[in-house]
């Protein structure tokens, strides 16, 4: 069983910052990708940033300059540093954890539970 842990989370002002972190654990030989989605009241869930094992990163437009991701491949955590934060990156927080091969049988892919950022005006 694979586990995604995320901590980190809370309520900031505007042009605050906030670092979360999300550990897998369980029984994990390799994790191909490890990344972060949010999604706001009425709203989709939307990727905010993801990083392979191989260290390429994807991130949205609005995280673009404000957010980084970076990884502990060997802790199998993942890290969202997220400056200059605005009203608009309130949101609900999921850490994502993709093509996880645990020893035997098809890769899966897990999610967090959540952690919730408020970003206040």
């Known amino acids: 069983q694979v586990q995604l842990v995320e901590s980190g989370g809370g309520l900031v002002q505007a042009g605050g910052s906030l670092r979360l972190s999300c550990a897998a654990s369980?029984?994990?030989?390799?994790?191909?990708?490890m990344g972060w989605h949010r999604q706001a009241p009425g709203k989709q869930r939307e990727l905010v940033a993801a990083?392979?094992?191989?260290?390429?990163?994807d991130y949205a437009d609005s995280a673009k300059g404000r957010f980084t991701i970076s990884r502990e491949y060997a802790k199998n955590t993942v890290y969202l540093q997220m400056n200059s934060l605005k009203p608009e990156d309130t949101a609900v927080y999921y850490c994502?954890?993709?093509?996880?091969?645990?020893?035997?049988?098809?890769?899966?892919?897990?999610w967090g539970q959540g952690t919730q950022v408020t970003v206040s005006s």
């Open positions: 990083m392979t094992s191989g260290g390429s990163t």
């Open positions: 994502s954890a993709q093509g996880v091969f645990t020893g035997w049988g098809p890769r899966h892919g897990y």
């Open positions: 369980g029984n994990i030989f390799s994790i191909n990708s």
